[in-house]
């Protein structure tokens, strides 16, 4: 049902725009102006009223992608292994991992202890600016403090953050293009420090 309502506003606006420029055109040929001119700076200007800052978000999302987001690997498994004989064999995992959640709903670390040597700590900051957000996972070595490996990742608009609805569908990005193939390669990499379930 959003859908639909959604899709009729767009057409509506749609609408008065194409109106808009139709009556901008017709008042510049009346007046003896040149009507392409005006018919365009009503078009870029009702464009303008709703989309200003796609363009930006779209641009700055892609910049942040570029620059800042990846997978890390600080420390292979054999090399934690080498650093720490015997300790993999006694790694146990629960089921159901303990957490700890410090902030509210849009910034905030969730750290959950996977084992006795292990930690999966996430962190979402924002919104910074044009509505972007950062998303920062990490397994930590909560003994020596070490970071093993991390995974950035970079979206744009609210979605539903916090119980808010970014009504302006159309800046919301999940993620950086290679983001989802990081996260797997991320989980992959956890996965090997988890133990044996008990």
Known sequence: MF???VLVVMGLYLLISIVAVRAAVIHARKQGRRA??????TAVVMYNLVFWDWIPTVATHQYYCATEAGFWTYKTVDQWKQENPGVMETLTTQRIWPSE??????????????????????QKAGPFFLN???H????VDSKAGFVLARQVD???GNGNVGGEIEL???????GCASGRDQAIA???FLEQFKGVEK
């Open 132 to 134: 972007r957000w950062r």
């Open 3 to 5: 859908g639909l309502a």
């Open 136 to 139: 920062e996972q990490a397994l």
């Open 101 to 122: 959640h410090v902030g509210d709903m849009k910034n905030y670390i969730s750290t959950d202890s996977i084992n006795h040597r292990f930690n999966y700590v996430f």
């Open 154 to 156: 970079f979206s744009t």
């Open 168 to 174: 302006r569908f159309w800046l919301h990005s999940d």
């Open 36 to 41: 392409w001119v005006w018919g365009l700076v």
């Open 186 to 188: 991320f989980v992959r």
